[in-house]
Structure formats: structure tokens, C-alpha cells
């Protein structure tokens, strides 16, 4: 990446390597989520950044924030590689987000106003629409902004943040499990069913069906696993 002007002040030159690197980030990320990279995977640093117009510089810190959440392998003398998925990985990543999820809703059924509620039906009415259309990226991407809000309503800073991380061994397998059959309608009948426990201020309840639609995604890797078991590590 080639250094700006001296006479550029400091500050815009920051936000500028910043966002570049932010963004590298993201479009890797999001590639690697929607399996347009496959778990197992060559990542060539060189091509990628051709293929967007950067330097090597940015691709190396996404490549390093990416293995940080270990949706990237490095190997040393050998290559970058998109990780595959590990059984153990995953269930640890769903009980840190049973654990996160579930404590943040019940404060989200607690504090919840009408404001919210109506964000939360809009979200709702908007994945019912990408369901009859049988849009898995738009259903996907309402999926995860519900979280989203639902972390949010709960009051604490950087709630988001954090869950969207831990997420992140979980997103390829909630991606790939919406194109099984039924699973996008069941999904959007267990959201519903959770923001009606909100509306009814009932924290437990809210709690429980939050677990019972994490917990869902579990039952199903398994069959995931034996239907496509090249995306597995073993």
C-alpha cells in the first residue's frame, strides 16, 4: 500500500489504512461464510490482492484476524487455507453462544419497548418475504441482523460485537443447513416463536426458545457431516 503525502494530515491517512483493512477483512469473511471460499481452500495472498486492488499488506492482516477466528489455517513453508470444519470447534462456539444469546434475551424480554418490538416484526415480515421467494442470501442476512437487534435490545455495549464473533465457526453451518428442505421455513417459525416470548415480557420463555433454535443447528450437523463429509476435518 503506497504512503499518502506528507502533507496529508495524519488522521485522514489512519482512517484511510484502517478502513481498507476493515474491508479486506469483511469481503474475506464474507466469502469464507458463504463458502464461495470452500473449507480446504487455497488462499493466495497475491491473487487476492490483485482481485481487489490492494496491496499484500491488508490481505495479510485479514488472513491474521481470520485465524485468530479460526476460520483460517496457516501453515508455515506451506500455504493459507480456508479451515474446514471441526466438530469439537463448533460445539464449543454453540455453547458460548447458548450462553450469550440466552442471558441477552431474557434483558431484551425484560426492557424491551414497542419501538424495538416493531423492528422485530419488520425483520420478521422481511424474512417471511425472502422465504416465499426462496432467497437464501437475503433470509440468511435477515437471520443474523435479528440477532443482531436481539443483542442490541439488551442494553450492553459491545454485545453485538462479541456474539458476531463467537458466531463465526457456526455461520458456514447455519449458512449450508438453510438450503436443506424445510429448514428455512422451520427457521422463521422458531423466530417467530421467539420474539412472541418477548412481546410477552416472559424472560424464561424467551430463553428456552432461544436454546431450542440454537440446539436445532446441532441435530442437523450431523447429517450435514455425513452428506458432504469433505468440508470436515478429521
Request: hydrophobic share 40%.
Amino acid at each position: 500500500m503506497q504512503l499518502r503525502s506528507p502533507s496529508r494530515n495524519f488522521k485522514e491517512q489512519k482512517v484511510v489504512s484502517v478502513t481498507r483493512k476493515d474491508q479486506v477483512y469483511i469481503i474475506l469473511r464474507q466469502a469464507i461464510i458463504s463458502s464461495q471460499l470452500s473449507p480446504g481452500e487455497t488462499i493466495r495472498k497475491e491473487l487476492v490482492a490483485a482481485q481487489l486492488g490492494v496491496s499484500r499488506t491488508p490481505v495479510s492482516d485479514a488472513i491474521n484476524r481470520l485465524a485468530d477466528e479460526g476460520l483460517v489455517e496457516i501453515y508455515p513453508q506451506t500455504g493459507t487455507f480456508v479451515a474446514r470444519l471441526w466438530l469439537d470447534k463448533i460445539e464449543t462456539a454453540q455453547f458460548v453462544r447458548v450462553a450469550l444469546e440466552t442471558a441477552a434475551i431474557r434483558r431484551t424480554a425484560e426492557r424491551a419497548t414497542p419501538e424495538t418490538l416493531a423492528r422485530f416484526r419488520q425483520n420478521l415480515e422481511r424474512q417471511r418475504k425472502a422465504a416465499d421467494k426462496q432467497d437464501f442470501e437475503q433470509f440468511y442476512e435477515l437471520d443474523e441482523a435479528l440477532h443482531d437487534l436481539i443483542c442490541d435490545a439488551a442494553g450492553l455495549v459491545g454485545l453485538r460485537e462479541i456474539a458476531s464473533k463467537e458466531r463465526s465457526q457456526i455461520d458456514r453451518v447455519r449458512r449450508l443447513l438453510l438450503h436443506y428442505e424445510t429448514r428455512m421455513i422451520e427457521t422463521l417459525a422458531e423466530h417467530e416463536a421467539i420474539i412472541s416470548a418477548i412481546a410477552d415480557k416472559d424472560p424464561d420463555k424467551a430463553a428456552k426458545t432461544m436454546e431450542a433454535h440454537i440446539a436445532q443447528m446441532g441435530k442437523m450437523l450431523l447429517h450435514l457431516r455425513n452428506k458432504r463429509p469433505e468440508l470436515f476435518g478429521s
